[in-house]
């Protein structure tokens, strides 16, 4: 059965969907089925891995509020062993349809349960809040993978997606675990990088992958062409750290 | 009578927190009072102005729900001629709560109306969203300011909340102007700035600012130590860009 991981931090731009595309293709890569449920309305995920915008028929809208099958909305990707339910505009407005919906928290995590999950790894790209859409990834994750981008402010906003988490798991999702933190665009040349880096790890140890993401301008040019950068640029900076990062993923899943 | 601007785009982590924060000093140092309204739950501009999160009050929260007045909600700044009404985690759950709210578009517009606005300025920093919260902002505003990262994906949702501006101004907020846009972390080393710098002038002409601000260690520094980095470092080029924003907004306004 499918190890569902939501990609999954508040804050803005701190590298959720580059590092859901980007770990997806590694880890299908070396031969896992993998889909990518794209969360965000700003569909950067099904972009990034070259869907046109009106090529999208249903996605995770109708998942949601469709009672559509995941297997009949997932799309093959240009990647071999790696699909994508995308995203559309109108996600947008899902937030507030949420609210009043029944059994909001758990409309996702019902929709995976109805579906054929045939896959190894299901990695959902969540939108920058801790609104409904966030939430209802939780309820339906075995665990959550968060990107943390080595800047201040994105520290900031740590402590709060961990309360939301434990409180997740909690009220709704015993299961839930921490998979890990992973730090993205690390620039060595600056200190403000060292500096997040290390007090992360003070605060949170062994969930953080011995794995750093280096700022790569290549990282940043992969989307225009819409290709994960693996497969634009397989031996940039970039590119070698998210395959690095599959390989550590896939050891801590065996010691489970 | 205070001129209300929202810094806005649901694309995380493009530089709304830090164009707030500095644009706001910038014409707090040439002389007009300024308001800087703290709209995104993160509460990353009350950091940004040394506002330590103990030290919260009432905030933009109590605006929108408690009808406390702005002028008993604003707090002063190490920054003379700039107050801040903070954010408090409180402010998470407000875009649930405002779905069945009365007036859901029009609080913060009618929380502004009822308040004693005796600044030039009022600039409100929004959260990666086009949700409620932004909604209100966007309703309560005279213009918009749009932040836009010299990156791909940031240049994709753009035609999503210009769409979003016009339907605002159409059905809630007939005065609503797009102020302009201002390009951020432009990186001179690398062709995708360029490219999307060129790419939104095309789009946008006259509406992007003369003033490009470089991508600066110094800018994403200052934070951390609870300052604007017009004061943290003066002379670097993240400050002089803000410095050359605000007098070009000044002009801009001059001519309205
Ligand atoms: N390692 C990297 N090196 C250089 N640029 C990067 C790197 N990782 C991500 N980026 C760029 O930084 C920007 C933000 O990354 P991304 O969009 O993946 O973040 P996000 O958390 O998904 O954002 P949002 O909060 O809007 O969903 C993008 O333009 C992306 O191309
Ligand atoms: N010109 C710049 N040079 C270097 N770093 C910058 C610059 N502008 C912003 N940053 C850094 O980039 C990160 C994102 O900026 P910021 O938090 O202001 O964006 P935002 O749009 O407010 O994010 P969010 O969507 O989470 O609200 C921050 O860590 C900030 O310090
Ligand atoms: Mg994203
Ligand atoms: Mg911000």
Redesign the interface.
């Known amino acids: 059965r499918a190890r569902v991981i939501s990609v999954a931090n ?5 590298g959720k ?1 580059t590092t859901t595309v980007n770990l997806a293709t590694a880890l299908a890569a070396v031969g896992k089925r993998v889909l990518i449920m794209d969360l965000d ?4 995920a099904s ?2 891995l070259g869907i046109e915008r009106n090529n999208r028929g249903v996605g995770t809208y109708d998942v949601i509020f469709a009672e559509v099958k995941v297997e009949d909305a997932a799309v093959e990707t240009t990647v071999p062993n790696l699909w994508v339910v995308t995203s559309s ?1 109108d996600l ?1 407005g899902a ?2 349809e949420l ?2 919906a029944e059994q909001r928290e758990y409309r996702l995590r019902m929709a995976l349960a109805h579906s054929a999950l045939n896959y190894d790894y299901v990695l959902i790209d969540c ?6 859409l966030t939430l209802n990834a939780l309820v339906a994750s075995d665990a959550v993978m968060v990107p943390l ?1 080595c ?3 994105a520290l ?2 740590l402590s ?1 997606l961990i309360r939301t988490i434990e409180r997740v798991k909690r009220a709704f999702n015993p299961g839930l675990d921490i998979h890990g933190v992973v730090l993205t665009m690390f ?1 060595k ?2 200190n ?1 990088s060292d ?1 997040v880096a290390a007090d992360v790890r003070g605060f949170f140890g062994e969930k953080v992958y011995d794995t750093v993401i280096p700022r790569n ?1 290549k990282v ?2 992969a ?2 062409h819409g290709k994960p950068v693996l497969i634009y640029d397989m031996r940039c900076p970039g590119s070698q750290a998210y395959i690095h990062l599959a390989s550590e993923v896939l050891k801590r899943e065996k010691k489970r």
Chains 1, 2 share one sequence.
């Open positions: 508040q804050k803005g731009g701190v969907t309305p700003q569909g950067n972009t990034g505009q947008s937030e507030i609210v009043n939108p920058p809040a801790l609104g409904l981008q800047e201040f402010y900031e906003g709060h620039d040349r600056n403000l500096m301008v940043s040019e989307p225009s």
